[in-house]
């Protein structure tokens, strides 16, 4: 059984930063890629950013030059450090994980505040 486990989320006033990290356990395949995707009250779930095994990254216009995504392959660790956050960064924050049979799995979600 797939877990993904997030952490890091949390509030933050505009133009700072958060970290947010997702360590994957338990994938009998091998994973392709991992992502974070978010919510936000009212919207359909939407891609933040994903990064395949090779290291090979995709962003959302909308975060574009302020997120990093990043993976540490040994631990299966992913993370999304936030740069330069606005209000409309403000979702609930969700690790992705496809693996080489194409399943998907989804983390528990993370809550990210922007708010003075």
């Known amino acids: 059984q797939v877990q993904l486990v997030e952490s890091g989320g949390g509030l933050v006033q505009p133009g700072g930063s958060l970290k947010l990290s997702c360590a994957a356990s338990g994938s009998r395949n091998s994973i392709a890629a991992m992502g974070w995707f978010r919510q936000a009250p009212g919207k359909r779930r939407a891609l933040v950013a994903t990064?395949?095994?090779?290291?090979?990254?995709n962003y959302a216009d909308s975060v574009k030059g302020r997120f990093t995504i990043s993976r540490d392959g040994a631990t299966n660790t992913m993370n999304l450090q936030m740069d330069s956050l606005k209000p409309n960064d403000t979702a609930v924050y969700y690790c992705?994980?496809?693996?080489?049979?194409?399943?998907?799995?989804w983390g528990q979600g993370t809550q990210v505040t922007v708010s003075s």
């Open positions: 990064i395949t095994t090779d290291g090979a990254t």
């Open positions: 992705n994980l496809v693996d080489t049979h194409l399943h998907n799995y």
